[in-house]
């Protein structure tokens, strides 16, 4: 024990830097995926069916690749064709997009559990479409949708992990480098192991303060 608390003073300093890479990854990622899954959501919700065939197709093949093969294919196909991103920048491209077709999922499911009667109401005094989803749908969604919300925090902390693959150096990255160079696998691995705990245990406690808020509500 003394000795895993001897080099976990020497180790600590250097995961902590891959911390702070794995923290940008999780936020960027959970903006850009809320903002492309509102689209794709309302995009479901359109009368158009080009529009409606559109969003569902996107969901379908983003929620059947792996989210590890969309990061290879956006930082080492894409560059064939142009786009030239940085690892970092692919990262946080890959994981949002991943994540929008969930996060889609989850506002559909808050729009369309909004009651009929209110929106049949809202038109009855004048209210267009436009201004119906904006005054009278989107804040109930929102509402019903943030304990799946707190739950996508959450996985999206633990899957930005994966960016190590294309040599992020987060939090996993930093651990395999360390161990690569010491051999010293157990304290390193059990240190990033509680490490990511000790960054998920916050959000875990939050989603489940989320939940029994809404079920009060």
Same mark, same amino acid.
């Given at each position: 024990m003394i000795e895993f608390l001897a080099r976990s003073e020497t180790y600590i300093p250097i995961l902590m830097e891959g911390v702070w890479l794995t923290l940008v990854v999780t936020f960027f990622s959970l903006i850009l995926s809320t903002i492309l899954g509102l689209f794709w959501a309302l995009l479901s919700r359109s009368?158009?069916?080009? =529009?409606?065939?559109?969003?569902?197709?996107? *969901?379908? @093949?983003?929620?059947? *690749?792996? *989210?590890?093969? /969309? =990061? &290879? +294919?956006? +930082? &080492? @196909? =894409?560059?064939?064709?142009?786009?030239d991103l940085t690892?970092? /920048? %692919?990262?946080? #491209?890959?994981?949002? @997009? %991943? +994540?929008? %077709? +969930? /996060? $889609?999922?989850?506002f559909r499911a808050g729009i369309e559990a909004v009651d009929k009667g209110q929106i049949e109401a809202a038109q009855s005094v004048g209210m267009n479409d $436009? =201004? #119906?989803?904006?005054? #009278?749908?989107? !804040? /109930? $969604? &929102?509402?019903?949708?943030?304990? !799946?919300?707190?739950?996508?925090?959450i996985m999206m902390l633990k899957d930005s992990s994966l960016v190590s693959t294309i040599t992020v150096a987060e939090l996993t990255r930093q651990g395999q480098l360390i161990a690569a160079s010491t051999f010293d696998n157990m304290t390193v691995f059990t240190l990033v192991a509680l490490i990511y705990l000790a960054m998920a245990l916050p959000l875990t406690f939050f989603a489940r303060w989320l939940e029994r808020r809404y079920r009060k509500a």
């Open positions: 009368k158009n069916p080009v =529009l409606r065939g559109i969003s569902s197709t996107f *969901i379908t @093949v983003i929620r059947g *690749i792996p *989210i590890i093969v /969309q =990061l &290879f +294919y956006i +930082y &080492f @196909v =894409l560059p064939e064709i142009g786009l690892a970092l /920048q %692919a990262g946080i #491209v890959g994981i949002g @997009v %991943a +994540y929008s %077709a +969930y /996060q $889609a999922e989850n $436009a =201004l #119906v989803m904006r005054r #009278v749908i989107l !804040p /109930q $969604a &929102f509402k019903i949708s943030l304990p !799946p919300f707190g739950n996508t925090m």
